[in-house]
């Protein structure tokens, strides 16, 4: 039996309308898919373009907080400087108080001075970015500065050149204080430390740069000690003063602490003295596989004397870290700085560290020849180039 339909005075059958309304659904079906793509589509744009957005605002927002650090650099520079005894309290109550977000943009003593531009949010005073058109709304706030740190952290050594840091405590500093070097966090010296093996140092020299390399030694460090008097002073009371030791990696080294006044001061071209020591180095210690420790015997006369750290490295570069003794801080030295930007919603805070070079009162030039031991020149000069001889040993390339 069949069945019919009629419209229209027509008669259909049964199967057209079923192919009818195939293609209906089918019509709804991609409907319904190029839907689902268009939104997707859009959705992709749209999220396209906050992430673009978020990633200005999130630049904009660290570019106020490296502004933030900028002018806390001279508000340093302001409080080391001033003779106004309203910013010296003002710099007094600024300084290494880390209790309070507004203490450098909410004391208007202090920023009317240095001088900071700021703004109120709130509970909050912003340091305003300079931008003339105000279009990217570039505001910092919580800014602290600590002139008293534990460490002085992120420095390279590099070879043939020398890192001078000014030893300025507060507290107890008679106690050892610690170099480390040669970084393993994140490979920055690009050497494994398990690579350190035992290398005595003094039995059979140094070896070649390439050798060395090779080898995956750490840095040869060279650690002095420099005394300056305060007021006049000659060139021989700063020699006779001087200590300076230089540091081979060694796996099996004591990490006793070194008393830099047992060097014996060699102020003579060819003396005899050789302070060349052992220094700890082990693949299981991080983040630096070398470390140092050391005093001055009788403590800093700071009263009388400023005292400098000359730190060298030999063979390749290397980072350092300078721990304080552990009842005192570095004054000044390396003076830490914490600050957040902002644009509109979004924050990036900024942790920085910064030096001075005004903290170097004395011109230290490199040395034109500095030795770990004693320094040799033996040479027999003629006429007769062929019976010219030196008789010194190469260490470095022999």
Known sequence: MRWFAKYDGKVAKNSDSESGAVAILSVIFFMILLSVLVVSFVRIVTNEVQQTRD??????ALAAAQGGVEDAKR???YCATTTDSDGKNACEKALNNTS??????????????????????????????????????????????????????????NPGQSEIIPLK???????????NWHAVSNDLDQVPANKTTAYAPGSSGFLKDTQWMVANY?????????????GGFSLDDVASQDRAVTLVPYNNASTAAFDMNAVTA???????VAPVRDASCQNTRSPFACTFKFSRGGGFDT???????????????????LVAPKDAKFDNVQPSIDVTGRVNDAFRRVQARVRSN??????????AVESGSKVCKNMFVTNDASTSTDKCTDYLNN
């Open 100 to 157: 309070d977000c507004n203490v450098v943009t909410g004391d208007s003593a202090l920023t009317s001075r240095v001088p900071i531009v700021v703004e109120p949010r709130g509970d909050i005073f912003e340091g305003v970015i300079d931008d003339p058109s105000n279009q990217y709304q570039q505001r910092y706030s919580c800014l602290q500065i600590s002139t008293l740190t534990s460490t002085i952290d992120d420095i390279v050594v």
């Open 169 to 179: 405590f507060a507290g107890d500093a008679g106690s050892p204080m610690t170099l």
């Open 303 to 321: 009263a009388n004397n400023d005292y400098y750290l000359k730190i060298s490295a030999t063979y390749r570069p290397t980072h350092i870290q």
């Open 358 to 367: 005004s903290q170097l009162t004395q011109f230290f030039p490199e040395y």
């Open 75 to 77: 508000v340093l520079v």
């Open 266 to 272: 060699n102020t003579q071209p060819n003396a005899t």
């Open 218 to 230: 750490p840095a040869v460090m060279r650690v002095e000690l420099v005394t300056v008097p305060k």
């Open 55 to 60: 990633n200005e605002l999130s630049a904009s």
